[in-house]
């Protein structure tokens, strides 16, 4: 066997030989899941803002033209129950006024008129004040000097409104539905490559779905409309259903992999169905009070 001496060392030729292979190899190992990271950052980060972008409490935007005066507009879509939702408007104009159509969503009322305050140079609306999951549906116009009449959205913008939730609740989910989605999508990257870490990056999506969606999502749920679950088989809330969906699949993609080793495609579509699930706007098919059936 050829031998070479390093630093006073003797070593087989082969097994220098194969120090390079190894290294290169690890080195390539690297920098393919630093990639992935990024490629699983980027999934979350833009699925995240879809979802928020398009969510039922995402607030309307805009801006008209009333008279000579330009206002933005944002219109709330979601308020605490502890006051009125207030509204406020810039308009610097004096001559300009306003006014706010409203009712009760999902009730027999008659639509009722309450004029736009003005302090300064904002023009403010009130939305009163619901119970928890009480929603409202109100449609503001600006009115010029002249008499023109300008309304802000083409259809009646609906605001729900909710209980408030402790930030010592609010923030741990939101930060643990956050990692699981990423660190999810990172598992289903890992399986697609086949990679040796897909299990324990498995069953830590699992544990921070189980911790923020099902311990501390129903608590949330608890504190901003009073019941615990209105998910199937109690509800129809989306929320609570695309949780118990993801938690689900990964639930059967570990088992799959523990008990025959054959996880790798569950895995895969463990991360592709949380993916899908968590695109679906947050709130949708939310509670609601249901005013008609109230005395």
């Known amino acids: 066997m050829t031998v070479l001496a390093l630093r006073g060392v003797s070593l087989p030729r082969a097994f220098l030989g194969q120090q390079p292979t190894k290294i290169f190899m690890h080195q390539l190992s690297r920098k393919l899941s630093v990639w992935l990271w990024i490629l699983a950052t980027v999934i979350t980060l833009v699925t995240a803002v879809y979802q928020r972008l398009t969510g039922p409490t995402h607030p309307e935007r805009g801006r008209v033209l009333v008279g000579d005066t330009s206002v933005r507009f944002r219109l709330l879509r979601t308020a605490d129950d502890t006051g009125n939702a207030l509204i406020p408007l810039s308009v610097s104009d004096p001559a300009i006024t306003g006014e706010m159509l409203w009712k009760r969503y999902k009730s027999n009322d008659e639509w009722m008129t309450a004029p736009l305050n003005r302090v300064g140079d ?18 503001i116009s600006l009115i010029a000097r002249d008499g023109q009449k300008v309304t802000l959205t083409q259809e009646p913008v609906v605001i729900r409104f909710k209980g408030a939730v402790p930030f010592y609740v609010l923030h741990p989910h939101i930060l643990l539905m956050f990692f699981s989605m990423l660190i999810g999508t990172r598992a289903g990257l890992e399986a697609l490559f086949n990679g040796n870490h897909t299990r324990r990056l498995a069953i830590e999506t ?21 019941e615990f679950w209105t998910g199937w088989p109690f509800g129809h809330d989306l929320t609570d259903n695309k949780t118990a969906v993801a938690m689900l699949f990964w639930l059967i993609a570990l088992w799959r992999d523990i008990k025959c080793g054959k996880g790798r495609g569950w895995y895969i579509a463990a991360a592709a169905i949380q993916l899908i699930v968590y695109s679906i706007p947050h709130s949708v098919l939310g509670s609601e009070l249901d005013y008609t059936k109230q005395g």
């Open 122 to 139: 904002k023009l403010i609306a009130s939305i009163p004040r619901q119970p928890p999951a009480g929603k409202v549906m109100y449609q």
């Open 206 to 226: 699992a544990a921070m779905l189980f911790v923020g969606g099902l311990i501390l999502g129903p608590v949330i749920q608890k504190f901003a409309f009073g």
